[in-house]
């Protein structure tokens, strides 16, 4: 019996889960699910006879340690600053490990001696990161091995509201972590184009749009996302001129959040004083200039550039910003008290359904002829639980564990899926559960450098 433990049982968990029961049987496998309340990784086990739920606390280090010594594989599905702590205790007891999140510098660090320990550090397997680079990487292996010269990549990828559900203002709702949508972007962003570099600080993120279209679902925006100069070395297009990965959104939602940016009320750098007895009201009129005369609606709309009876200031409105109604947290950051706010306006309904959409957008070069290659997927959840966003993370997650345990994988080492060995299977299996990419291929005079 080969033992699973997967650490974490949050939002985009649920697939991943219920892949690995649905499984279990004819695989003889036995999956132990560990998560800080014990009550949630009840539920993702359902009672199933091969699952097993457990209260896990990753800092813990005897639990940690004897939990992953037992196991024969780990998937981390903690938050990403916690990887650290799991990725030594499987170096240390030569266990793989399998994660959605981006590989930290510190996680890095493990790469010689789990190569020379014989064990796999999966990384970036999810959705961004993680379907996007299994379904890019094809595409790359393809155009090279026809001879073709890479000039411009970009790859865009965004949770939203299915279209039928799509019932606020903002046109968006939570389909993952809460505290990461609030806190997107602080690290700036960085791409190049036609050679040229481009550096873009927090503050100016969300003005610097770009706009795509997907067949049958219409325009969206895109803003800069992280850094998107590292990936060219890991897909082995070191020299390429044009490259920018970006996050999407519907129009308009970049422009009424970087109000929210500009004044302040997204930082995650210091305490409010008072904030459990400050209104939603006076946590955002404390960003503001003292004036008696004039409301904070007024001040408001003149400090981030809106008309009072423009749009955007509706959408601010519908938020709660101005409302007198008590926060409730103590010792708050910023970007909790937002956070909090959000949790009320923008959860999914119980008969809502999400919405994955990505895209890459490729120049190339062949044979003295310029072609672009459109290839878009689409993926829209089965409810408010089993949302495409778990759907997307869970199931090249899951998929990777099984090949792995199968020894279908056999790599070493600190790694991302960018080997045919590795996305080649798991975007077959992907294919099976409708998970695919539209793809559209025309001759261009010149390369427009995306």
């Given at each position: 019996?080969?033992?699973?433990?997967?650490?974490?049982?949050?939002?985009?968990?649920?697939?991943?889960?219920?892949?690995?029961?649905?499984?279990?049987?004819?695989?003889?496998w036995?999956?132990?699910?560990?998560?800080?309340?014990?009550?949630?990784?009840?539920q993702?086990?359902?009672?199933?006879?091969?699952?097993?739920?457990?209260?896990?606390?990753?800092?813990?280090?005897?639990?940690?340690?004897?939990?992953i010594?037992?196991?024969?594989?780990?998937?981390?599905?903690?938050?990403?600053?916690?990887?650290?702590?799991?990725?030594?205790?499987?170096?240390?007891?030569k266990?793989?490990?399998?994660?959605?999140s981006?590989?930290?510098?510190?996680?890095?660090?493990?790469?010689?001696?789990?190569?020379?320990?014989?064990?796999?550090?999966l990384?970036?397997?999810?959705?961004?990161p993680?379907?996007?680079?299994?379904?890019?990487?094809?595409?790359?292996?393809?155009?090279?091995?026809?001879?073709?010269e890479?000039?411009?990549?970009?790859?865009?990828?965004?949770?939203?509201?299915?279209?039928?559900?799509?019932?606020?203002?903002w046109?968006?709702?939570?389909t993952?972590?809460?505290?990461?949508?609030?806190?997107?972007?602080?690290?700036?962003?960085?791409?190049?184009?036609?050679?040229?570099?481009?550096?873009?600080?927090?503050?100016?993120?969300?003005?610097?749009?770009?706009?795509?279209?997907?067949?049958?679902?219409?325009?969206?925006?895109?803003?800069?996302?992280?850094?998107s100069?590292?990936?060219?070395?890991?897909?082995?297009?070191?020299?390429?001129p044009?490259?920018?990965?970006?996050?999407?959104?519907?129009?308009?939602?970049?422009?009424?959040?970087?109000?929210?940016?500009?004044?302040?009320?997204?930082?995650?750098?210091?305490i409010?004083?008072?904030?459990?007895?400050?209104?939603?009201?006076?946590?955002?009129?404390?960003?503001l200039?003292?004036?008696?005369?004039?409301?904070?609606?007024?001040?408001?709309?003149?400090?981030?550039?809106?008309?009072?009876?423009?749009?955007?200031?509706?959408?601010?409105?519908?938020?709660?910003?101005?409302?007198?109604?008590?926060?409730?947290?103590?010792?708050?950051?910023?970007?909790?008290?937002?956070?909090?706010m959000?949790?009320?306006?923008?959860q999914?309904?119980?008969?809502?359904?999400?919405?994955?959409?990505?895209?890459?957008?490729?120049?190339?070069?062949?044979?003295?002829?310029?072609?672009?290659?459109?290839?878009?997927?689409?993926?829209?959840?089965?409810?408010?639980?089993?949302?495409?966003?778990?759907?997307?993370?869970?199931?090249?997650?899951a998929?990777?564990?099984?090949?792995?345990?199968?020894?279908?994988?056999?790599?070493?080492?600190?790694?991302?899926?960018t080997?045919?060995?590795?996305?080649?299977?798991?975007?077959?299996?992907?294919?099976?559960?409708?998970?695919?990419?539209?793809e559209?291929?025309?001759?261009?005079?010149?390369?427009?450098g995306?």
């Amino acid at each position: 019996m080969k033992k699973i433990l997967v650490l974490g049982a949050g939002l985009s968990t649920p697939t991943l889960i219920n892949y690995l029961l649905d499984h279990a049987g004819e695989k003889d496998w036995q999956v132990r699910v560990g998560d800080i309340d014990e009550n949630i990784a009840k539920q993702r086990i359902n009672g199933n006879s091969r699952g097993k739920a457990f209260k896990f606390d990753v800092f813990d280090d005897d639990q940690r340690t004897s939990e992953i010594k037992n196991a024969d594989i780990v998937i981390s599905m903690l938050p990403a600053r916690m990887h650290y702590l799991v990725a030594k205790a499987c170096v240390n007891n030569k266990k793989d490990m399998v994660t959605a999140s981006y590989v930290s510098k510190e996680v890095k660090e493990f790469h010689k001696e789990a190569k020379e320990k014989g064990i796999l550090l999966l990384n970036e397997l999810g959705l961004d990161p993680g379907v996007d680079h299994l379904s890019a990487m094809q595409i790359i292996d393809r155009i090279k091995k026809e001879g073709g010269e890479l000039i411009g990549f970009k790859s865009s990828t965004g949770g939203l509201v299915a279209p039928k559900y799509d019932n606020n203002p903002w046109n968006y709702k939570f389909t993952w972590n809460p505290r990461n949508v609030v806190l997107a972007g602080q690290g700036g962003a960085q791409f190049i184009k036609r050679g040229s570099y481009k550096y873009i600080p927090y503050h100016k993120l969300f003005l610097r749009l770009q706009t795509i279209n997907i067949e049958g679902y219409g325009e969206f925006e895109v803003y800069p996302n992280r850094d998107s100069l590292k990936y060219r070395s890991v897909y082995g297009i070191d020299d390429i001129p044009s490259m920018f990965r970006g996050t999407i959104r519907r129009p308009g939602f970049s422009k009424t959040w970087n109000a929210l940016v500009q004044l302040g009320a997204t930082d995650d750098s210091y305490i409010v004083e008072n904030s459990e007895n400050l209104t939603y009201r006076d946590f955002f009129n404390g960003f503001l200039r003292y004036d008696k005369v004039r409301t904070v609606e007024e001040k408001l709309a003149e400090y981030v550039g809106f008309a009072d009876d423009s749009f955007d200031m509706y959408k601010l409105r519908w938020l709660g910003i101005f409302e007198e109604e008590k926060i409730g947290i103590k010792n708050a950051t910023p970007a909790q008290i937002v956070q909090k706010m959000l949790d009320k306006k923008w959860q999914l309904d119980s008969d809502d359904k999400d919405m994955i959409v990505m895209q890459h957008d490729f120049e190339y070069k062949l044979k003295g002829t310029y072609y672009k290659i459109l290839s878009s997927m689409v993926v829209e959840g089965k409810d408010n639980v089993n949302t495409a966003m778990a759907i997307t993370v869970g199931l090249p997650l899951a998929i990777g564990c099984k090949l792995i345990l199968e020894r279908k994988i056999t790599s070493t080492g600190v790694l991302v899926p960018t080997l045919a060995s590795i996305y080649e299977p798991i975007l077959n299996e992907l294919a099976e559960y409708g998970i695919v990419f539209k793809e559209t291929k025309k001759e261009m005079k010149e390369p427009n450098g995306l």
